[in-house]
C-alpha cells in the first residue's frame, strides 16, 4: 500500500467512485447563487454609477433524455477499471516482492559460497606461488581463478544490495530506509 504506484492506482479508483456519486447526483434539482459588484469609475457619466448583480438558478431535472442513466453507467464502467487495474497491480506487486524475498534469501546463500571460493582460490594461489613444485602455467591459471573468484564474491555481494533496493522500492519504502523514517510522510 505504501508503493507510489499503487497510491496512485488508488487516488484514481477513489476519484473515479466519486464519479460515479456525482453523476448519480444529476437526478437531484441543483440551486445555484450567483452575486457580482461593479463600479464604472468616477468619470463616468451614466445612470448607473454602481450596480449589484445577484443571480439564482434552479434546475430541476424532469426528463434528460437518458443522459443521467448513461452518465452513471459510463461513471460505473470507469470505476471498475480502476477497481480491476489497483487489484492487478497489486497482485503484480506482491508476486514481485515475493520473487525478490527469495532472490534475496537465494543471494545470502550464493554470497557465502563465492566468499569460500574466493577464499579457497587464494588459498591455492598463495600454496601455488610458495612451493617450489609448480609450473608457470599453473600459477598464472591460479591467479586467473583467484581474480575471477574474487570477482565474483564482489559481484555476488552488489546483487543483494542491489536486491534489497529494489525490494525496498517495490515495497516503497527505499527513501525511508535511505534518509530516514520522515521521508515517507514529505
Excluded: C, M
Aim: hydrophobic fraction near 40%; charged fraction near 30%; avoid cysteine.
Amino acid at each position: 500500500a505504501r508503493s507510489p504506484e499503487l497510491r496512485v492506482l488508488d487516488l484514481r479508483r477513489r476519484v473515479e467512485e466519486k464519479n460515479v456519486d456525482i453523476a448519480r447526483a444529476g437526478y437531484l434539482p441543483t440551486v445555484g447563487v450567483r452575486g457580482g459588484y461593479s463600479h464604472y469609475g468616477v468619470k463616468r457619466f451614466d445612470n448607473y454609477p454602481d450596480a449589484l448583480q445577484v443571480g439564482v438558478n434552479v434546475d430541476v431535472p424532469i426528463f434528460e433524455g437518458l443522459r443521467n442513466l448513461y452518465a452513471v453507467g459510463g461513471a460505473g464502467k470507469a470505476a471498475e477499471i480502476a477497481r480491476i487495474r489497483h487489484r492487478s497491480r497489486t497482485e503484480a506487486k506482491r508476486a514481485r516482492v515475493r520473487e525478490l524475498t527469495a532472490r534475496i534469501a537465494a543471494s545470502d546463500e550464493t554470497a557465502g559460497l563465492a566468499q569460500r571460493r574466493d577464499a579457497v582460490s587464494q588459498e591455492r594461489l598463495r600454496l601455488n606461488l610458495r612451493s617450489d613444485r609448480g609450473t608457470l602455467e599453473e600459477a598464472l591459471s591460479a591467479l586467473a581463478e583467484r581474480i575471477r573468484d574474487g570477482r565474483a564474491a564482489v559481484d555476488s555481494g552488489l546483487d543483494r544490495v542491489l536486491l534489497w533496493g529494489e525490494l525496498r522500492r517495490e515495497t516503497g519504502t527505499l527513501a525511508e530506509a535511505i534518509v530516514g523514517p520522515g521521508a515517507s510522510r514529505n
